[in-house]
């Protein structure tokens, strides 16, 4: 009888995997933000570079143990995704001035980091759209919608 | 919205960009100037740029919250224009009406060329500037169409 009392609409995979994408959103949103940062500031003397930090956040949530919720069915909630809430972090990147002025944006590197950031955000829309589009047929019980 | 925000971020730059290009401008029509109102020839000037603190609701409230300026992206802004104390270029030509004693002439102290480079410069961190508020137009515009079809 498990298959009849399944997870709700909108408290399933669904759901987390909405979340996570608008997340994510959210991050490349922030990321493109300091693309622009770096950019204006391109002929700032001193100017050191701003990031997001994706990488660090990954590290610590793979090495975290992601204990489930406890519960006393087996349908509730695992609070599975719950641990990714933490959002992005800007930092400063000091590494190595490569100019004179103590200025470190690279205006190429800044250029392919922002189509590359472009990009995610497109496909990350794409994601988006294809989930609420599921949410659809199973709504209307029907792929026309 | 942080998209509007890095909008914001990158028409500080524009702005900033635009205004070394006029100071290029101004430094170039003045190459030859030997009489200025201060007296003595035309000085150099240069544009001083600082990075500018968060701007709008999200800055506010983390300066409000005690945290320092926020995210740190709100762009650049020139908070000075200033002169070059570099000593005026001596050239020798006794007929001209500003000539000293001695037949030179104190002209002012710009290179024509590091004008050239500084004005390319600012053309590149301006067109830099633009390909960033196209990005996030573009990001912007993809975000609306979340749930279409």
Redesign the interface.
């Known amino acids: 009888m498990i298959g009849i009392v399944g997870p709700s609409l909108f408290s399933g995979n669904s759901t987390s995997a909405i979340d996570a994408l608008g997340r994510a959103l959210d991050a490349a949103a922030l990321r493109q933000e300091t693309v622009a940062a770096n950019l204006a500031n391109v002929s700032t003397p001193g100017y050191h570079r701003k990031d997001v930090a994706f990488a660090p956040l990954l590290d610590e949530l793979l090495g975290r143990d992601a204990l489930p919720l406890a519960g006393a069915d087996p349908l509730h909630f695992s609070g599975e995704g719950a641990e990714a809430a933490e959002p992005p972090s800007v930092i400063t990147d000091s590494s190595g001035a490569m100019r004179l002025d103590g200025n470190n944006v690279d205006p190429d590197a800044e250029a392919a980091r922002l189509a590359e950031t472009e990009i995610t955000f497109a496909a990350l829309t794409h994601a988006l759209s294809a989930q609420f589009a599921g949410l659809r047929i199973a709504i209307t019980g029907s792929v026309r919608g | 919205m942080?998209?509007f925000?890095?909008?914001g971020?990158?028409a500080?730059?524009m702005t900033?960009?635009r205004l070394?290009m006029d100071v290029v401008a101004d430094n170039l029509a003045n190459a030859n100037t030997t009489r200025t109102p201060e007296g003595g020839p035309f000085r150099r000037r240069r544009v001083v740029?600082?990075?500018r603190a968060d701007e709008g609701f999200g800055g506010a409230l983390a300066r409000a919250r005690g945290a320092d300026g926020g995210?740190?992206?709100?762009?650049?802004q020139v908070v000075a224009i200033v002169e070059d104390h570099a000593p005026p270029r001596r050239v020798y030509d006794p007929g001209h009406p500003d000539a000293g004693r001695d037949g030179y002439v104190s002209m002012p102290n710009i290179a024509t060329v590091t004008e050239m480079v500084d004005m390319m410069?600012?053309t590149?961190?301006y067109e830099?500037?633009v390909?960033?508020?196209q990005?996030?137009k573009?990001?912007a515009m993809?975000?609306l169409?979340?749930?279409?079809?």
Do not use: D, W
């Not at chain 2, 995210?71 to 650049?76: H, K, P, Q, S």
């Not at chain 2, 169409?145 to 079809?149: D, F, K, P, T």
């Open positions: 942080s998209l925000s890095s909008l971020a990158s500080s730059g900033a960009e070394r740029f600082e990075p995210t740190g992206l709100g762009g650049v410069s600012a590149r961190a830099a500037n390909a960033a508020v990005a996030a573009h990001m993809k975000a169409e979340i749930g279409r079809g």
